[in-house]
């Protein structure tokens, strides 16, 4: 289906996406679910080790963006009959297709971290 079939089906479902980045940022958009996908790039993981890799995410945040990533199809829960209960996140085959642009994301913030982190230092200084 091409870009503009989908846009008509969106609009006959009450949503719409006006340009194929829009619909991207639907799925991945915030400030957690990118590097919370790229966690899971590396294999399955249970929600301790997520905020262990995301130290400054809150639980109930944590909660939300998984809920909405698993609701958008892009991860897989998988709860193991277990006492305590074990419960796995892992990509879905959907969510494997994110994988090329989390890695260029990846590239992209080594190569231009430190100009990065000197802008919004610049930018500190002079809000001070």
């Known amino acids: 289906m091409d870009y ?14 006006s340009c194929p980045v829009e619909a991207t940022i639907a799925v991945i958009g915030g400030k957690w679910k990118c590097v919370i996908l790229f966690h899971l790039c590396d294999g399955k993981k249970r929600f301790s080790q997520l905020q262990r890799f995301l130290p400054e995410i809150t639980q109930r945040m944590l909660t939300l963006q998984l809920r909405e990533l698993e609701a958008d199809g892009v991860i897989s829960r998988t709860v193991y009959a277990e006492v305590p209960p074990r419960v796995e996140y892992a990509l ?7 994988r ?3 890695f260029l994301m990846r590239d992209w913030g080594q190569e231009y971290r430190d100009t990065i982190v000197d802008t919004k230092t610049r930018q500190a200084s002079q809000a001070n």
């Open 4 to 17: 503009k079939g989908l846009n008509r089906m969106c609009h006959d479902y009450g949503f719409s996406y």
């Open 92 to 98: 879905t085959e959907f969510g494997e297709s994110l």
């Open 100 to 102: 090329p642009i989390l």
